[in-house]
């Protein structure tokens, strides 16, 4: 057999540590470039609580990912360029996977105020959104269900989400948190009607006191 | 290698500051390294971050550069911000470019893939530059990267940076068991290190130049004692960061602090000095230690 001289061996051994790092990289989901500057916060895909409006965002975030280290339920993401372009290592929640659970450790680590210290009842992460058509309690006369899951699982159930007469829930829009809690658990993908699709989404919304949310902001998506 | 016993070679090698350096190194890497782990794991969450932000427990340090950068595209002072830059600001304005060469985890994998090429042969690990460029370039790319990020509005550094994409891809990796396609930045820096020692550190680093500039006037320096000097050059060629001791340059705003040069000095006329002025000064000043600070003449003999 012929021995290989001391630069092949080195080409061998870089070549394949890059071919390595290449292959473990997966591309399969590249954005346009065009997108590459737009915001990927969309449906259920939110900033973590207390944080700036959408525009400030990124110019604020360090991209430490201190808040995604803190947070107990590992509900923090983080976009890498491929899927969010200039917002590349910010953080973000996509509640259908994990929900945020409102334990407010991720808003007093940030160090540049791109997430601002808050209390639990002032998060406005978004806004719950019923698609009355999906949901089980709503088309109470074909399914005969009289669901209450996501009133149950509301951290605000009374405030945020009520149910009226007929036992069918509907959202406050001033108290909602946007945490996810109900989408997550809502059982309506169960239905076989639905497809999968769940009765509740989550609309991103901007961050502000209760007082000041607009109904307009959180109403135009 | 011949008629030393190991022993031997890690007592002599126990002395040398590089030892110690990339031992730094190397536990820094660990913590960066390892720290999402742990906290995927157990949920140990007393150190958060890595280095655009580092927390440890209520000890918040903020990278000076992307500290500033998010300043200026946010147009707004946020005290944290500010307070955690204090620590490494305090630093470079004392030691010059430390972080770089005792802590960066990109300094730590050159050093690393450095000491394999060099186990491989002694050539390769001191191996000569194949391009060089003006070295007033860095400051270049830091204007040109301040100068981006303000136009575009986003800041620039902080989702680029080589060593917060270290800690950013072993995050990654620990939460969600993926490598991002950044990590091409950070085999691209090392990749050039095989054409010049640390090519992106003596040329592009913007974070670099804020270092070294903050350190401008630093109090950490090489002395260089031309009476020593036998004119080997041995500290040239060592110099990771293509500057020659041999001609006074250790003193210069370029110069990291990495002690190679000392290390090697066969006669001991570089040295690790506190307080010293400058290359300007420096013979003024040697004649003025002789006479006012004799205690000082005493450790440089
Ligand atoms: S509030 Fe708690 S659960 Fe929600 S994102 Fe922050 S750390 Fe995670
Ligand atoms: S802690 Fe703040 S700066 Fe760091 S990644 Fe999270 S939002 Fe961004
Ligand atoms: S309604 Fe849903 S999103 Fe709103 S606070 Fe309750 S659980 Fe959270
Ligand atoms: S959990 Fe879903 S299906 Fe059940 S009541 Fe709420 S929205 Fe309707
Ligand atoms: S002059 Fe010496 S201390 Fe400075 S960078 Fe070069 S080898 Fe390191």
New interface residues.
Partial sequence: MRKFTRREAIKVTLGSFLAGIFSSCDLSDLKNPKTMIKTPIKTNILRPPGAVPEEEFAKKCIRCGRCGEVCPYHCIKYFDVKSGGVFSGTPYINVMEVPCYLCMKCVYVCPTGALVPCDKDEVRMGVAVINREACVSWQQEKTGLMCKTCFNVCPFAGIAIKIDHDFRPYIVEEYCTGCGICAYSCIADQYPENNGKKAITIEPVKWKKIKKVKLEDIKKS | MKGKSFLEKIRSSLGKINTWRFFILFSAFVVIIG??FV??KW?I?FI???F????IGNL?I??PL??LE?IL??K?L?T??IV?MVVPVLLAFLLGRVFCSWLCPIEFLSNLTDRV?GF??KKLRYRKDLITLPRRIIWFVLITELLITLI????MF??WSPP?LV??EA??YA??K???????IV?AVLFFNLLTRRFFCRYFCPLGATLALIGKKRQLVIKYDKDKCINCKACDTKCPMGIKPSIGESQSVYCWNCAECVDTCPTKALSFTWNDDGIIKLKVHNSLTSMKNTDKLITTK
């Fill in positions: 720290n999402p906290n995927y949920d969450n958060q971050g890595w655009q932000s580092f927390g918040w903020v990278s992307e500290g998010t595209t946010a707004f946020y944290a911000t955690g090429l491989l042969s575009i509005g986003y800041p902080v989702w917060g800690g950013r995050m990654f939460f969600y993926v490598i991002t396609i950044e990590i091409v085999v």
